[in-house]
């Protein structure tokens, strides 16, 4: 017991920022009004917010203390050589370029490797990445593994790619035809599972063979190599800070959103080995982004970024992140919720059309539980399912996904398992009313993107 950081918060709460539960008659209200879309929803008419855990997780003294001794010089700000370091240190690239968030790096780094027609391989792309491939006019392709399908399977690395059908892929197509691999980790789109350290290596190893880079999208790192600590035999005696570095070691550079794991509000960066793959990015950080040291950024903001990337590394903190996701699921569990198993590092995600059986696909039940659970406790979650999926632009028909989820995005250290008992309570009385709960149809649907300003009403 005297070592199990999971017991409680590994933190002192020394600013608050006071919620409020609106009633029941008022969040019917306030829904209607956002035309049943959680995204139109003001924040301050919420009581517990998953809608995300990016960007919005509460810094620490350390990095508000970083806010004040920020550097802003607009070049080589001694803000971006702590950053530049706490890069070195933690991830071994001596080559970084701070951008506003995530996907700017990405932009960079496609703009540079990709040509028109190309494809890149990820054992799943997140969303943004995907549709910055498609920008280059190159082709996304993800390969995971089977299992990451499958709800109830409880392999330890859902998040893992298909080596086999990696291989097959690029003998199939060429290695022209491939401008990159990339693996996510944690593999957001699959439920924020985790991807082996034997995967990471054995990608690096058909790279190799065929003479192609290899790129990690390592936002939520620092949880994945907490999974692997735990779960992937020989390590369970190695630090999270060792397992971080062996992680980086099989990659040629990573995207970065410090929006997740360097636990910033804002943030991100490109960080590189080969001097000049970043000689070609810096053209274009500069053009997208701003001077290749602050990219973007303020002095402040990179200076509570490198401190955000330590603090996130450290496994007590870890203990308790992925410990109380996966007390969320464990409450959701018992209450009969089904949900994707085993959770991931952070969030859970329902399994609607088991919780909902008597919603038709085209009804969207995940969407519909997203506007329940708001009504029952002011609980914002987001649908990943059919409306997310969109139309087949050649058909105009629905797509419907293998799986229609409702992720509950846990912030990090934003709040308490009191809160997290609330959400699962909330999920337990909905489901035991859940014959009462109706399909929702669109009364405006936008062309693109359509769950972000699309309105519902219910059927
Ligand atoms: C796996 C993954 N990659 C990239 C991004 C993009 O990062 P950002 O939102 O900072 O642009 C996200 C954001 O949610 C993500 O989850």
Redesign the pocket.
């Known amino acids: 017991m005297e070592d199990d950081w999971s017991q409680a918060e590994p933190f002192r709460i020394k600013v608050v920022e006071p919620i409020r539960r609106i009633s029941r008659a008022e969040r019917e209200q306030k829904l209607r009004e956002a035309g049943y879309n959680t995204f139109l929803l003001r924040s301050e008419d919420v009581y517990i917010d998953l809608l995300?855990d990016?960007?919005t997780a509460a810094m620490s003294d350390w990095q508000w203390a970083g806010i004040m001794q920020g550097d802003e010089a607009y070049a080589g700000s001694r803000s971006f050589y702590h950053l530049q370091e706490a890069v070195a240190d933690l991830f071994g690239f001596s080559l970084v370029i701070p951008t506003h968030?995530?996907?700017?790096a990405?932009n960079i780094l496609f703009t540079v490797m990709v040509k028109p027609g190309q494809f890149v391989i990820n054992n799943m792309h997140?969303d943004?990445?995907k549709a910055h491939v498609q920008h280059k006019n190159g082709i996304a392709v993800d390969l995971p593994v089977p299992e990451a399908l499958v709800p109830t399977d409880q392999s330890p690395f859902k998040g893992n790619m298909d080596l086999d059908r990696l291989d097959e892929f690029i003998r199939t197509h060429g290695r022209d035809r491939i401008a990159m691999i990339m693996a996510?980790v944690t593999n957001?789109s699959a439920g924020g599972q985790p991807v082996s350290l034997a995967n990471l290596r054995g990608i690096r190893k058909i790279a190799d063979r065929y003479g192609l880079p290899f790129f990690i999208?390592a936002?939520?790192v620092a949880e994945n190599a907490y999974f692997i600590k735990k779960r992937e035999p020989g390590y369970q005696d190695k630090s999270i800070r060792q397992i971080i570095r062996e992680m980086m070691d099989t990659a040629d550079g990573i995207?970065m959103?410090?929006?997740?794991d360097a636990l910033m509000n804002i943030g991100?960066f490109l960080a590189l080995r080969d001097g000049e793959l970043y000689r070609q990015a810096t053209v274009w950080a500069v053009l997208f982004e701003g001077f290749p040291t602050y990219g973007g950024l303020a002095g402040r903001d990179l200076e509570a970024m490198a401190r955000g990337l330590y603090e996130a590394a450290d496994e007590g903190y870890l203990a308790y992140r992925v410990g109380q996701v996966a007390y969320l699921g464990q409450r959701l569990k018992e209450a009969g919720v089904p949900i994707i198993e085993p959770p991931g590092g952070h969030g859970v995600y329902i399994d609607a059309r088991r919780f909902l059986p008597h919603i038709p696909r085209d009804q969207f039940p995940a969407w519909a539980l997203t506007g329940e659970l708001y009504l029952e406790a002011g609980i914002r979650t987001v649908e990943v399912g059919t409306v997310l999926a969109g139309r087949d632009p050649a058909t105009g028909e629905n797509v419907y996904p293998e799986l229609d989820m409702v992720r509950l995005a846990i912030p990090r250290r934003v709040y308490t398992d009191r809160h997290m008992d609330v959400v699962a309570d909330a999920a337990a009385r909905v489901l035991a009313r859940r014959e009462e709960v109706r399909g929702v149809r669109f009364t405006y649907e936008p062309p693109l993107l359509r769950h972000f300003t699309a309105r519902f009403e219910p059927v």
């Open positions: 995300t990016s960007g968030q995530g996907r700017a990405e997140f943004t990445t996510t957001n999208d936002c939520r995207t959103s410090g929006k997740k991100g």
